[in-house]
């Protein structure tokens, strides 16, 4: 009973021992990753190509959910509000769940779902099939040459693309207001403009900048750390997807706490 008492603590002290290594290991890469951008070459090249395939690429889906977001969102606060006589209050409140939370929220769970899956699966490949030993052999660092460009191509897109969300939803709430509530579409863009501020908007724009780090940096860790064949790139993507996701949602909450505290 003892040694069996023994052995679950060591289980305990090792696992906590492990998740402490992962986590000086994912700071290190960040650290690493924010050295390379402002020390020897910078691949420009490589950046606006990770724009492009990262961002420009993930245009179709944000609009999807945007619009998604913005004809359900109105539709269901309208019906509510209708109940207390407050359909005028409904531009306010979708606009302001749109800005601060729902548009920054949902693109990042969806990008991170697009584009953490392809950032781990293709450096998974290459770690697998030795190619970044290779990079490493050509005396170039492939944190340099992989993390860094696909990091700032994420921190870039990603509040643009939720800049992309927000109008696309604040076009699907007007719909929704002209043809189910009769809110004109000049009462409703006057509510949206006179209800969201400028610190709404950065709260937004900030969330998808941290989102868009968080994607890409454990993206790119667990592939640089990929084992194990095309089993092992299929357990990173998994593992990606998830723990980003879970990760954009509990940070979601810290930093919406923060901005609350700041501007009320």
């Not at 539709?75 to 409140?93: C, I, W």
């Not at 548009?103 to 699966?121: E, H, K, Q």
């Not at 993390?147 to 696309?168: D, E, H, K, N, Y």
């Amino acid at each position: 009973m003892k040694a069996h008492f023994q052995a679950a603590i060591d289980d305990r002290i090792e696992k906590a021992k492990d998740f402490f290594i992962f986590v000086g290991e994912i700071f290190s890469l960040l650290f690493q990753t924010i050295k390379c951008t402002f020390s020897g070459k910078f691949y420009t090249a490589r950046l606006m190509e990770q724009i492009n395939l990262l961002g420009f690429g993930s245009t179709s889906i944000t609009v999807v959910i945007g619009l998604t977001m913005g004809l359900v969102m109105t539709l269901n606060f309208g019906y509510g509000l209708t109940k207390f006589g407050g359909t005028l209050y409904v531009p306010a409140v979708v606009s302001l769940s749109l800005a601060r939370e729902m548009a920054p929220l949902f693109t990042s769970l969806l990008v991170a779902g697009r584009v953490g899956s392809g950032i781990a699966a293709e450096i998974g490949a290459m770690n697998v099939n030795q190619q970044v030993d290779a990079i490493r052999a050509l005396g170039t660092s492939p944190i340099r040459v992989l993390v860094v460009p696909r990091f700032w191509a994420m921190i870039i897109s990603l509040p643009l693309l939720t800049a992309l969300s927000f109008a696309v939803g604040i076009i699907g709430g007007m719909i929704v207001c002209k043809t189910e509530f009769d809110i004109i579409p000049g009462f409703y863009l006057f509510k949206v403009f006179s209800t969201v501020k400028l610190h709404d908007y950065v709260s937004g724009i900030f969330k998808s900048m941290v989102f868009g780090g968080i994607i890409t940096i454990f993206a790119c860790y667990k592939g640089l750390n990929t084992k194990d064949g095309t089993k092992g790139v299929g357990i990173t993507t998994t593992w990606v997807v998830v723990t980003a996701s879970i990760l954009i949602l509990v940070t979601d909450f810290f930093i919406s706490k923060i901005f609350l505290v700041i501007w009320n």
